[in-house]
């Protein structure tokens, strides 16, 4: 008991000044000079508030680099998917009306499945394209860089959407085989 009072004592001590204010009571809850209103309110305006948001030299490298390595990819993953897609739709044809199982519907369901992997680069393409989106997303609507990434996202979209619905037709061809 002697050895907590003795670890327990000087936390007494301490807490009990924090209250003393030199005027023997405790701390007023009055507001503090900061706190109270003024007569003309405060505008707070962000530093270069005038001008129009722009990306510094280095970013603008930095967007023009990721522009070109990502219109290069999509460039790819296009040619891909059309040569893919000019594999599939022979494969499902000649699948039509086979049973399931045979060698048609395998064959066709390889393709289907070659099909699919040149697809694949999309989705991550997609997700990088949220990045450059934000970088430019607080520049002008007329700005390059920002009509670039937009173009950029309008074409990846499409091809998603084109090769998504091939992926489709061609999944439902062959389940009904």
């Known amino acids: 008991m002697a050895h907590a009072v003795r ?21 007023s809850l009055k507001p503090r000079p900061g706190e109270l209103p003024r007569e003309l309110p405060r505008e707070l305006a962000a530093p270069d508030a005038g001008s129009p948001p722009s990306l510094s030299p280095e970013e603008r490298t930095g967007l023009a680099a990721d ?3 990502h219109e290069q990819a999509l460039a790819k993953a296009r040619q891909d998917i059309r040569a893919a897609g000019e594999a599939l739709a022979p494969a499902i044809r000649a699948a039509s009306g ?5 060698e048609a519907w ?7 499945s070659r099909f ?5 680069p999309l989705g991550e393409m997609s997700s990088r394209m949220g ?3 934000l970088m430019v997303d607080s520049l002008a609507e007329a700005d ?15 091809l998603q959407q084109s090769s998504a619905a091939t992926a489709a037709a061609a999944t439902k061809a062959l389940s009904r085989s």
């Open 7 to 27: 670890h327990i004592l000087p936390l007494l001590i301490l807490l009990s000044g924090c209250g003393f204010t030199g005027e023997g009571a405790f701390p």
């Open 67 to 69: 522009l070109a390595r």
């Open 98 to 102: 086979s049973p399931i199982g045979s």
């Open 106 to 112: 395998s064959v066709a369901q390889l393709q289907l």
């Open 116 to 120: 699919d992997q040149a697809r694949a």
């Open 131 to 133: 990045d450059l989106r």
């Open 144 to 158: 390059p860089d920002r009509l670039r990434v937009q173009a950029l996202a309008r074409d990846l979209e499409s």
